[in-house]
Structures are given as C-alpha cells and as structure tokens.
C-alpha cells in the first residue's frame, strides 16, 4: 500500500512538472521572464526538496530544517525564519499535492521525512485531522452551534468544491 501512495504521488508529480515546464515555456517567450525565473526556481527548489527527502524515509531518518536547507542551497542559512520560509512554503505546496510529507518536532532527531510505513502515515493523518477539528471546533463554538451542525454548514457552503475528488 505505501509503494501505491508514493508511485500515484510520484505521477501526480511528474504530470505537474510537465503542465509546469510548458507554462515555463510560455512564460519565457512572453514578456515576464522575470516571473518565469521565479517559476523555475520554485520547480527547482521542489525537485530539490523531494531529491533530498527521497533519502529520508522513517522518523528515524527525519532531517531537520538546517540540514535540509543546507542540501537544497548548498550553504548554510543565516536567518532561521526568514532563510527557511520558502523551503517551507515548498513543503506546504508539495503536501497540498498529496505528497506525503511528515514531520518530527522531537528535540532530538526531528524535523521532515517521508513515511516509512502505513503507521507512520496513518498517524501523520490523524494529527491532521485532529488539528483541523479542534479549530473547527472553535469555529462551531463562536457561532454558537454544535460541531456536526457546524460541519455540516460547511459542507453545504461547500458544496461541489472537492466534489469530484471523492473516488480517488
């Protein structure tokens, strides 16, 4: 099951990398070359990300944030917030594809790493969503309804965004 989720990720990826590489083009032969540039160093910084990543497989492998801007620029960073923010921004991106990407805020040997095993991606999950229903929750709480009611609303406000997603 987990070679499934990383090859149906691996050819989600490889489909945006082309869609990505012929806007890249296009982008080049207009007037923005500036804008392209920009592209091209966000696919190369994602290609990177994921190169790097691609050797860290388990939380025991889990690679912190300085290692991995280390490997992704090639120096080290001078600025911990600021240096990092689009390394960050990456893996936000690369997640929202549905590339699973963990992460470990252990003192001692946390940080990004790909999961090793269903457990590891099934606990990644249930962090999430945990996460995502407790500020529900505080959503449900301010507007003084019940949470299954809240979520509820939200479904229907909704409505077909995601709609064609639920077979996958």
């Known amino acids: 099951m987990d070679k ?4 149906a990720a691996e050819e989600r990826l490889r489909l945006r990398e082309h869609d990505e590489a012929y806007r ?27 190169a790097v990543l691609a050797l860290h497989i388990g939380s025991v492998h889990a690679i912190g944030m300085g290692e991995l801007y280390e490997q992704v620029y090639g120096e080290p ?3 911990r917030i600021n240096d990092t923010r689009a390394l960050r921004h990456v893996i936000t991106a690369l997640r929202r594809e549905g590339i699973p990407i963990n ?22 999950l249930r ?4 996460r995502a229903l407790k500020i529900l929750n505080i959503n449900a709480k301010i507007t003084r309804v019940s949470l299954p009611n809240y979520l509820g609303q939200c479904q229907l ?12």
Request: hydrophobic content about 35%.
């Open 103 to 124: 992460s470990s805020t252990a003192k001692t040997g946390g940080g990004y790493y790909h999961p090793a095993a269903g457990s590891e991606l099934a606990n990644y």
């Open 24 to 50: 890249l083009k296009a982008a080049m032969e207009g007037a923005s070359r500036k804008a392209a540039a920009s592209e091209l160093e966000t696919v190369r910084l994602r290609g990177s990300v994921l």
């Open 77 to 79: 960073w001078e600025n």
């Open 157 to 168: 406000e909704m409505g077909e965004v995601g709609h064609g997603d639920e077979a996958a």
């Open 127 to 130: 962090r999430n969503k945990i």
């Open 4 to 7: 499934n989720i990383f090859k």
